[in-house]
């Protein structure tokens, strides 16, 4: 079955020969189902090729949906949007990073509100990068925000035990909680490499759908 998956998204998985073991585990539950899903695994364990296997599931559905990615540091938003970047080209499919420090203005209240928005057309995106701040400080004005996310089904979350964290923790607690509550069926796939009480995690965030 996973041979068919590599065979059909090819182009997404160019330098993929065959899944590995902790992306076999997950590959029904990640591309069979629309479940929420946390993974712990340790670094290098193919974590991310995980994320990658749900939003294959997000691309093979007939409406537009689209995913939104967390990651806790600028840098890692930009290394994954590096990363998709060519990939999602070959599916006729884009991405835009908002992370803040590069975001320009477009719309006249930004003027105000500089660390809010992002530039461009913020409706055609397909995928967007942001840190837990940045989009956090987006939803506190969600009534103008919300267009941005009108088709976002799919929130990946990476680096996931950064919710622990005594800075970061509680923007990405609030956050999850927000947008959970924002947007209806909202699935959540997250991985961390250091979090250890996942079932705990699950039924504290993700009570409507078990991992």
């Not at 705990?200 to 409507?208: A, N, S």
Request: charged share 25%.
């Amino acid at each position: 079955m996973t041979d068919t998956f590599l065979s059909e998204w090819r182009h997404f998985f160019p330098n993929y020969s065959r899944l590995n073991a902790v992306q076999e585990k997950c590959f029904q539950r990640l591309y069979k189902s629309d479940r929420n899903v946390v993974i712990s695994a340790p670094t290098g364990c193919g974590k991310t090729g995980c994320m990658d296997i749900a939003l294959c599931r997000l691309f093979s559905m007939s409406k537009p949906h689209h995913a939104v990615y967390l990651a806790p540091t600028r840098a890692l938003c930009m290394e994954r949007e590096a990363e998709w970047m060519d990939r999602l080209s070959n599916l006729k499919k884009d991405v835009k990073s908002c992370t803040g420090d590069s975001d320009t203005l477009h719309q006249p209240s930004d003027v105000m509100y500089p660390d809010t928005h992002c530039n461009h057309t913020p409706t055609h995106v397909n995928n967007r990068i942001f840190t837990a701040e940045k989009l956090e400080a987006m939803t506190r004005r969600w009534t103008e925000c919300k267009e941005i996310f009108k088709n976002v089904s799919l929130l990946l979350i990476d680096e996931l035990h950064s919710v622990r964290c005594p800075q970061r923790g509680p923007c990405l607690e609030v956050l999850i909680m927000r947008l959970r509550m924002f947007i209806p069926g909202l699935r959540i796939v997250a991985v961390s490499a250091s979090i250890g009480n996942t079932i705990d995690f699950c039924k504290w965030y993700l009570p409507f759908k078990a991992c």
